[in-house]
């Protein structure tokens, strides 16, 4: 295992800066996921690491030497791409021992280490198939066995689920977990699911156009996020974000000018319309306009004089008709500024009259 | 469109080229190989039957051992040179660039304009006594060369100006095959510490093979046809040098008037044409399963 | 997006990190020598390629004195454009001109409509025999002109169609080529579309031409421009058809201009040559991309 530092690395492809300037440690040994938007420099990030992109400027460090010329064969990092990337003419085999060979590594250590490598990823009764005649699954296991045969200090893999059904995927979503746990190596994951980030990470970097929005652990990421983008980016549905100018009920102390206040559909719940709202807590009535039943979860979308926002209620439908109050804890709102910097001093607090907030 | 019933429609759909076909390509391959039985001096309405006294005339006739030998060795060196030099540009010259396509273009261009013009420009370069080859040549201090004139030189010369026009041709497919090879397979050989010559040969070469195959029969296929470079430029001498079989069957027919004779020939250039495209598809069909 | 992959180059230098200045600008120097020597490699192949042409247009301004110099000359002391005037005056070449453009447009016309109606009967019906009819197609695909052009040559002189139009065109009326590679873009149009105007009562012919080819269209267009240039260019089909000067085609008239001047009027051959080759030359200047692919995938089945 192995630590990764971009210090100031810069990426520019053809004029367009895609990284404008990221500084990123990711720990030894971590289970680090980059996670972002379509275009948010992710999948660039991974691939300056492995030394299949070239960083503009700056430098990449793994384990404290700097390997800004370092041939990507050499880095002792090994990768997992989304489509495979099999060589299809070769027999599983050979696909797995191909680095080996290129290592010089005689045959005797080869062929046991390839066994070795096939009975943990369970595929030995298909050692002499070529790629095509697999499934799915049992390509992504042939990639994730050629990687690790070289055993690396650095894993990289670069949306290796997206392009299995969704059982399969929840499926090795756990085995990856078990393997980063059994292997001990660093493992660099990049995906574009927030939902897989947060199961799999221990350290969480949410992208968004070359820059790092925060890096955090999912937990702290989900309780405390740093900006608007993040906060919106985890939870599904996403946090509410309502502008503070239209909820005149809704005051802050600690000073600051907070712009829009945010909370999370678990956080709230729904009280009958005319149910009279709390004292310590934010209250906005509206009239719902969809309900969704996941079977534990209830989902209602509530549009009020505010804006739209969802409520996430548990195992309880809510029963009381077409016009509800949602009811949010004001230790529970979060609030950022014009800029959509997350403003940590602010608290609420209601405002001497409660107004009447009508349906739109 | 007139009333078809619903059932005769795709037939009736098919029909004009199915039409065209069958006058065009299907009958006269049989009434050729009828009238390879045949002796017939094109003027005379009279046919008369010779069975395989054609075949026999032609097997024994010095002039056409010489040029089935001019026909196989044409083609072994324009297929060799232009498909084997055309690999190894194809793998410089792949790049996308502004400059790279330029230079694309440039080697492609030749395989655009007519054959005639090919032939004039080469009869031109190639003059033995004020060409431009020679030319260079003296600038080397190599002193003139007969090409087209010398029995010796002239099957080569005309084997340079085919490779000149097609070997843009061959190094374009080669290039849109390996643009076709996934960029990923490249970069995991590169994580897999593989070096270059390994990567070629394990990796490249092999997706390749079709494309590889594919041009080879085309070249070969092609080759057997070649028609135009020997009329304009040494009409087949000197002394039957750059004489080939579909030359061969035009002088028999157009100029000895031995119809029966030239036919034969036909039959003969046939018979190799169609082992080798068939040969071509059935190795296809076996490579295409290969990378489904 | 992720930028385009095609572009990305693994880094493959050799060294062992930053660190070394003097090592450093070593091997930067060594790179650019080496993109240089890479270039001047690949201006050298262009000369291979375009010398000849060069060459070809400075013969067809020289006067037959010129011609003969040897060691031979690049430029000539002052340009011959009469060379020009004689090589059109050599013979009626408007009308080779114009013979050219019927037949190539005739057998384009012509191919279009037998091929469009037949590739959308294979790719869209299923009817008994169509295995056997579609192979029969492609087997046409053996048999090139050369093989069969006494044969036919025999059938049109019985017919007296020689030295018309209709010898050039008629033989070239359909292409197998041409089905084979419609009848795969109308594979690949989705089922759905035709479905659905079937559904609105549309009758076939209307979903022929009003949907897919349409959508052909660009494949449409590949087969338009390698069918056109192929038969503009074809000296060997109109050489065996044609013996006068009426449906005579221009490359038939080009090479004519040696036989009937004699071997050694380079110059007047050349700018011919020229006339003949360098429009070509310019459309493919212009369109070499289309023009490119017309011709590669012609041959990629």
Redesign the interface.
């Known amino acids: 295992m192995a630590r990764i530092d971009l210090i100031d690395v810069v990426k520019q492809f053809k004029g367009e800066t895609v990284i404008p300037k990221l500084n990123l440690t990711i720990r030894e040994g971590s289970f680090t996921v980059l996670v972002g938007p379509s275009g948010c420099g992710k999948t660039t990030t991974l691939r300056m690491i492995a030394g299949l992109e070239r960083q503009t400027s700056g430098d990449i460090l793994i384990d404290g030497a700097c390997v800004n010329d370092v041939e990507p064969g050499k880095r002792d990092v090994a990768m997992v791409f989304q489509n495979y990337a099999l060589y299809p003419n070769m027999t599983v085999r050979e696909n797995i021992e191909f680095g080996l060979k290129n290592r010089g590594v005689p045959r005797r250590d080869r062929e046991r280490l390839v066994r070795d490598i096939c009975e943990i990823v369970d595929l030995t009764p298909y050692l002499d198939k070529k790629p095509q005649s697999l499934s799915g699954g049992q390509r992504q296991r042939v990639a994730l066995a050629r990687a690790m045969v070289k055993h690396p200090k650095v894993f990289i893999l670069d949306e290796p689920l997206s392009n299995l059904d969704a059982k399969l995927r929840v499926h090795m979503r756990t085995e990856l977990i078990e393997l980063h746990r059994r292997l001990g190596a660093t493992f660099v994951y990049v995906t574009h699911d927030q939902t897989e980030a947060m199961s799999m990470g221990d350290r969480i970097v949410v992208m968004h156009r070359g820059e790092i929005m925060q890096a955090a652990a999912p937990m702290e990421l989900y309780d405390d996020p740093d900006n608007l983008f993040t906060a919106r980016f985890i939870g599904t549905p996403p946090m509410n974000v309502l502008p503070m100018n239209l909820l005149p009920n809704l005051g802050t102390e600690g000073g600051g000018r907070a712009e829009y206040v945010g909370f999370r559909p678990e956080h709230a719940r729904l009280l009958p319309g005319s149910a009279d709202p709390p004292s310590d807590g934010l209250a906005i009535a509206g009239s719902i306009i969809t309900r969704e039943s996941l079977g534990a979860e209830h989902v209602y979308q509530l549009r009020t004089t505010a804006g739209t926002c969802f409520v996430k209620q548990f195992l309880r439908p809510y029963a009381g008709g077409d016009f509800a109050t949602a009811v949010v804890p004001h230790d529970r709102l979060y609030f950022f500024d014009g800029e959509g910097r997350r403003l940590r001093n602010l608290r609420a607090a209601s405002r001497p009259e409660p107004a009447a907030a009508g349906v739109r | 469109m007139p009333m078809v019933p619903k059932r005769l429609k795709p037939y009736a759909m098919i029909a004009p080229a199915l039409a065209v076909f069958s006058l065009f390509y299907l009958y006269p391959i049989g009434y050729m190989i009828h009238l390879s039985f045949h002796e017939w001096n094109f003027i005379s309405p009279e046919k008369t039957y010779v069975g395989l006294g054609n075949y026999r005339e032609m097997l024994a006739d010095d002039v056409f051992l010489q040029v089935l030998r001019n026909s196989a060795l044409y083609t072994v060196m324009t297929v060799l040179l232009a498909t084997g030099t055309a690999l190894p540009l194809a793998l410089w010259l792949n790049r996308k660039s502004g400059f790279h396509a330029f230079v694309q273009g440039a080697i492609f261009s030749p395989h655009i304009i007519s054959l005639v013009s090919v032939s004039l420009l080469w009869s031109w370069l190639m003059d033995p006594e004020y060409g431009l080859l020679n030319g260079l040549l003296h600038w080397f201090g190599i002193g003139p060369l007969k090409w087209l004139n010398d029995p010796g030189t002239a099957l080569l010369s005309l084997v340079i100006v085919a490779v000149w026009k097609n070997l843009g041709y061959n190094t374009i497919v080669f290039i849109a095959g390996l643009q076709s090879i996934p960029p990923e397979l490249l970069e995991a050989a590169a994580l897999d510490r593989s070096k270059p010559w390994t990567t070629f040969r394990r990796i490249i070469l092999p997706m390749l093979s079709p494309t590889l195959f594919f041009l080879v029969i085309i070249n070969l296929i092609g080759s057997f046809q070649v028609f135009e470079t020997i009329a304009i430029m040494t009409q087949g001498g000197p002394v039957h040098s750059t004489n080939t079989l579909v030359y061969y069957i035009y002088e028999y027919g157009f100029r000895y008037f031995k119809i029966g004779h030239a036919s034969a020939a036909g039959v003969i250039l046939l018979v190799i044409v169609g082992t080798l495209t068939l040969g071509y598809f059935r190795l296809l069909s076996r490579r295409v399963h290969y990378y489904g | 997006?992720?930028?385009s992959?095609?572009?990305?180059r693994?880094?493959?230098?050799?060294?062992?990190?930053?660190?070394r200045p003097a090592a450093a600008r070593f091997r930067a120097a060594l790179d650019a020598a080496l993109r240089i020597a890479n270039?001047v490699c690949?201006l050298l192949?262009?000369c291979?390629?375009?010398?000849?042409?060069a060459?070809?247009i400075s013969?067809s301004l020289k006067t037959l004195p010129e011609?003969?110099?040897?060691?031979?000359d690049w430029i000539p002391d002052r340009p011959v454009w009469s060379n020009y005037a004689d090589a059109w005056n050599s013979g009626p070449f408007p009308k080779y001109f114009l013979n050219s453009l019927i037949v190539s447009s005739g057998i384009l016309v012509l191919q279009f409509?037998?091929?469009i109606?037949?590739a959308?009967?294979?790719a869209r019906?299923r009817?008994p025999g169509?295995g056997l009819?579609f192979g029969?197609?492609m087997a046409?695909?053996?048999?090139?002109p050369?093989?069969?052009?006494?044969?036919?040559?025999?059938?049109l002189s019985d017919w007296k169609l020689l030295n018309t139009h209709f010898a050039l065109i008629?033989?070239f009326?359909?292409s197998?080529f041409g089905?084979f590679l419609l009848r795969q873009s109308f594979l690949q149009t989705a089922g759905e579309l035709i479905e659905a105007a079937r559904l609105d009562n549309a009758?076939?012919?209307k979903i022929m031409i009003r949907i897919m080819a349409p959508l052909a269209r660009p494949v449409l267009a590949t087969f338009a421009l390698f069918s056109f240039?192929s038969h503009?260019?074809?000296?060997?089909w109109p050489?065996?058809m044609t013996t006068n000067e009426s449906a005579r085609t221009l490359?038939?008239g080009?090479?004519k201009i040696?036989e009937t001047e004699g071997t050694a009027t380079?110059n007047v051959?050349?700018a011919a040559?020229v006339m003949?080759?360098v429009p070509?030359?310019l459309a493919?200047?212009a369109a070499?991309?289309h023009?490119?692919r017309a011709?590669?995938y012609s041959?990629?089945?």
């Open positions: 997006m992720a930028p992959r095609a572009d990305a693994p880094v493959f230098a050799t060294g062992r990190g930053a660190g270039i690949m192949l262009v291979v390629f375009a010398l000849p042409f060459w070809m013969t011609t003969m110099r040897f060691p031979p409509l037998t091929i109606p037949a959308y009967a294979f019906f009817f169509r009819l029969l197609v046409t695909l053996m048999i090139p050369q093989l069969i052009f006494l044969p036919v040559y025999l059938m008629l033989p009326a359909s197998a089905i009758p076939e012919w240039i503009w260019n074809d000296y060997f050489l065996v490359p038939i080009i090479a040696r380079w051959l050349m040559n003949l080759a070509v030359l493919f200047f070499q991309r023009i490119i011709f590669v041959g990629i089945k």
